[in-house]
């Protein structure tokens, strides 16, 4: 079980790689489910995951063997539920220290928990929490990053990216894994023993849009808002020309620049 390419304690020592699967966090879920006993930091990737999930029911493309699509199980169980959101800005900010290393300035955090680089997303978050009375039993932390994927659907409408087109070069998928694994580790342990407040500082600082005048849709309708705050429990502050208003995740999105 020990896994020496990773210098962690606990996340990514057991590392499990599987060539084809729907979705890393469906079948992290599964094996949750079937009771299988699975250490704290476990990780599961896929070489290519075929039917990947992404935030507000959309879908994860990521284009066989080029990208990473990963998941990885931890127990905060120190963390109350209302503070839940907590662990996604710890997860956000553990991924774009660890890309930043390579690409340099430009990478951001777009709220809730997408990175960013400029104004194109080259990876995402989705976590999935199995709650127990007042408590977080078991959480799934599912990461997509675009690696080595050298072009996207036209779909996409020229907003997404990958660390190849900013590096023009490849990068080796198990070292990147093992740095964000890392990362991810040090920001869960600080986050376990009460450094809340300077995660949340550098989530903030990180935050695509913070404190700029942009523009934002909500039900159809465009109106020019600053980004002053996101709360514990992941609502996005903006000063708006009607005041101060809160969204949740599905209630805004941002426009294009
Ligand atoms: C988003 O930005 O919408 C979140 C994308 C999360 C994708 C990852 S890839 C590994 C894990 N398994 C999934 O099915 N989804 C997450």
């Known amino acids: 079980m020990q896994n020496n390419t990773f210098s962690t304690l606990f996340v990514g020592q057991n590392l499990i790689k599987l060539l084809a699967v729907d979705s890393t966090n469906s079948f992290l879920k ?3 489910s079937n009771s299988e006993p699975l250490p704290e930091g476990t990780v599961i990737m896929a070489e290519n995951q075929y039917s990947g999930r992404g935030q507000v029911e959309s879908t994860w493309y990521a284009e066989p063997g080029k990208n990473l699509t990963f998941s990885i199980l931890l127990h905060p169980s120190f ?3 209302q503070q839940q959101f907590t662990l996604n800005m710890a997860v956000s900010v553990a991924i774009r220290q660890t890309l930043m290393a390579i690409t340099g300035p430009g990478l951001t955090i777009k709220w809730p928990n997408d990175i ?5 997303k080259i990876g995402g978050v989705l976590i999935e929490n199995i709650i127990a009375g007042s408590r977080i039993k078991a959480c799934i932390v599912g990461i997509g990053i675009n690696v080595n994927q050298q072009t ?3 779909a996409l409408n020229n907003r997404a990216s990958s660390i190849y087109q ?3 070069e490849d990068v080796n998928l198990i070292s990147l894994l093992a740095e964000i694994c890392s990362h991810i580790e040090a920001g869960y342990l600080k986050l376990k023993s009460g450094g809340y407040h300077t995660l949340r500082n550098d989530y903030l600082n990180f935050l695509y849009r913070f404190g700029v005048k942009a523009k934002y849709r909500q039900n159809g309708e465009i109106f020019e808002g600053r980004i002053v705050d996101v709360s514990d429990q992941g609502f996005l502050s903006l000063e708006t020309e009607k005041g101060l208003m809160t969204y949740n995740f599905k209630e805004i999105e941002f426009s294009q620049p």
């Open 30 to 32: 599964r094996m949750l």
């Open 166 to 168: 900013i590096l023009h």
């Open 152 to 154: 996207f659907d036209s």
């Open 116 to 120: 960013y680089y400029k104004d194109k």
């Open 79 to 81: 963390l109350p539920i």
